[in-house]
């Protein structure tokens, strides 16, 4: 198929330049919709519930931000991007690293972010060529979303 002027033009534009992409509870339910997000500036809230014999009790998980610690992962078959949020609270720690795209690493809950971003509308805008080459640089907590910053790498 070959390489496009205009893709060369578009790609050296994004190169090294911080896209700012806002991700709200309502894409976050789309993927993990027996949670809800709640967004405050720096900190996270992950409500749920989780069943006990024939109760169902709600837990509330907390976590501050950590703006520089994100991660990337690009093997063979498995592509994702996410952040690391810090752990406050750890109420219900266990019910949401029981759900695919959570895991914990010490102090620190990863949250795969990929198939969320996925649901953007910039995700659609964005050429096949470089999806693959997306990386998040940092992220913020603001009140009512969470902003990831992207960049395309070469």
Do not use: A, C, W
Not at 32 to 37: A, C, G, K, N
Not at 93 to 109: A, Q, T, W, Y
Request: hydrophobic letters at 35%; aromatic letters at 12%.
């Amino acid at each position: 198929m070959g390489i496009f002027k205009e893709d060369l033009i578009n790609l050296g534009n994004l190169i090294d330049t911080e896209v700012e992409v806002k991700l709200t509870p309502k894409e976050f339910r789309e993927v993990y919709p027996d949670l809800e997000f709640v967004f405050e500036n720096g900190l996270l809230r992950i409500r749920g519930s989780r069943r006990f014999l024939f109760l169902k009790r709600s837990f509330e998980l907390r976590g501050r931000e950590d703006p520089d610690r994100v991660y990337t992962v690009k093997e063979f078959e498995t592509k994702d991007f996410g952040v690391y949020v810090q752990i406050v609270s750890r109420d219900g720690i266990g019910e949401v690293l029981k759900r695919k795209g959570f895991s914990s690493e010490g102090d620190h809950l990863r949250i795969s972010l990929l198939p969320v971003f996925k649901r953007t509308e910039v995700y659609g805008s964005i050429p096949d060529t470089f999806r693959e080459r997306l990386k998040p640089t940092r992220y913020r907590i603001r009140d009512g979303f969470l902003s990831l910053f992207i960049t395309v790498t070469k």
